[in-house]
């Protein structure tokens, strides 16, 4: 049997744990999941609400803009949707968490340096104020 040390030692190994920690490190998130916000934001919004709604209309801008990887267009539509008047609890709710939700992942995104992530968030600090 070989010795721990020994294993190393191998250029197949090592090179199989390069590989495996590259893997590991290159499937984080780089982007805001738009799938996951989408649903979030679409539990504000029934499904038998008209387009004309303008809840709708602010709901879908906000879809839009964050699947265009429009941060900061999404973050004032969100905030948009999030002090809509005529939300019920359960819709201020849903788009509290989607607010939430979207806010952590351009947190991530600002973390590892994405500059629009970070003008995004300054958007939402300042419009919050």
């Given amino acids: 049997m070989k010795s721990f040390t020994a294993l ?3 250029p197949c190994i090592v090179r199989w744990i390069v590989i495996a920690g590259l893997t590991v490190v290159g499937c984080g998130k780089k982007e805001v999941d738009a799938v996951d916000l989408e649903r979030s934001i679409r539990a504000v919004v029934p499904a038998t609400v008209s387009q004309s709604d ?3 209309q602010v709901a879908d801008q906000a ?9 900061e267009g999404g973050a ?10 005529n939300l019920s609890g359960d819709q201020l709710t849903a788009a509290q968490d989607a607010m939430a939700a979207y806010q952590k992942q ?4 600002a973390d590892r340096g994405d500059a629009n992530a970070k003008r995004a968030l300054e958007t939402m600090r300042t419009r919050s104020r």
């Fill in 63 to 71: 879809v839009a803009a964050i699947r265009d990887k429009n941060y």
């Fill in 8 to 10: 190393f030692q191998s």
């Fill in 76 to 85: 004032v539509a969100l905030e948009a949707l999030r002090v809509s008047p």
């Fill in 106 to 109: 351009l947190i991530d995104l």
């Fill in 54 to 56: 303008p809840v709708k």
